[in-house]
């Protein structure tokens, strides 16, 4: 495959001892509150969730290169693990999987995620859009972006890409290939077999990368933020990793694969296959093993109580925020809500 490189001197130092100890902290935190998370959903303490087991690595070791004194992130609905490595607050994250607020709790410009999108490929519009501000502001943050193969197929992709290149935007697209667009396989979907051998067509360098290796993709992340913010213009990162669970508590994926395919085709488990490198490499020990199991627990019960704790939002909210200045259909729409639901 040919792949247009990254411009020189973008390489990133390899992770210090200690910063490999929080990566597999985070990776292991984010596997049990995912796992978790789809057990809530089918208690019943919230109604949907977009499960990303097996995909740790590739979203831990991204969102841990993110700078949050500058950098932006613009996830889709399936990136609770880069939100925790970026220490999001996971009430006020996990508050759109409850249902009580879209886009999250969180203060995006704080926090510097933007917005949960759950329209497929709608936040690489966005991200372009806020990386072409920092250049017309003379600014050096980047906008890194998330979507799946799946959402490749997309028309927004293409126009995300192309404007991007002509703009020399410093936006770096990070494709999680989890091999599936929900029932479909990626090679039933990606013409040209990878996601990556098409950023050549727009000019934009790209990386090819194991997204089931943390370390890999932290220094594939690194670079590319480099690359971004030395004013090389838009970098891709196709992140090959497999979705080891349905497309979301809604899906089924015994209809369109089997558990023997499923164990086959999805490789090692990246949560395991780290902690043999750091075992081997002497980097930790099983106490260190042990008190992160015990940190990771009591994490997910602080956030299924604050789960538990949240009230509804106000419905008035869905007409106060939606225009600076509101709208005569809007006022009528809100006056109609509160007849029918407040009796005002």
Known sequence: MDLLPLAAGTSAPPPTPEQLR????????????????????????????????GQEAAQVGSGYAVDLTRDFVFPTYREMGV??????????????????????????????????QAVVAGSVLHAVGWAHGQTLAGQDGVALTYFGDGASSQGDVHEALNFAAVMQAPVVFFVQNNGWAISVPTERQVAGGTVAARAAGYGIPALHIDGNDVVAVLQATRQALAHSRAGHGPVLIEAMTYRRGPHSTADDPGRYRTLAAEHDDAGPDPLVRFRQV????????????????????????????????????????????????????????AARWRKESEHV
């Not at 996990?94 to 249902?99: E, I, L, N």
């Not at 956030?303 to 909210?317: F, K, S, T």
């Open 83 to 116: 939100a925790r490595a970026m220490n999001v607050d996971m009430v006020a994250y996990m508050s759109t999987h409850k249902a009580t607020w879209h886009g999250g709790l969180y203060d995006p410009q704080q926090s510097r995620l933007a917005p949960i």
């Open 278 to 333: 750091l075992l081997t490499e002497g980097v930790a020990d099983e106490a260190f093993f042990l008190a992160v199991a015990e940190s990771a627990k009591a994490e997910e019960e602080s956030l299924r109580h604050g789960l538990g704790a949240l009230g509804p939002r106000p419905g008035a909210e869905m007409f106060s925020l939606v225009f600076q200045e509101s709208t005569p259909t809007l006022d009528d729409q």
């Open 22 to 53: 929080d990566l597999y902290r985070l990776m292991a935190t984010v596997r049990y509150l995912d796992t978790s998370a789809v057990a809530w959903q089918r208690q019943g303490l919230i109604p949907g969730y977009a499960p990303e087991l």
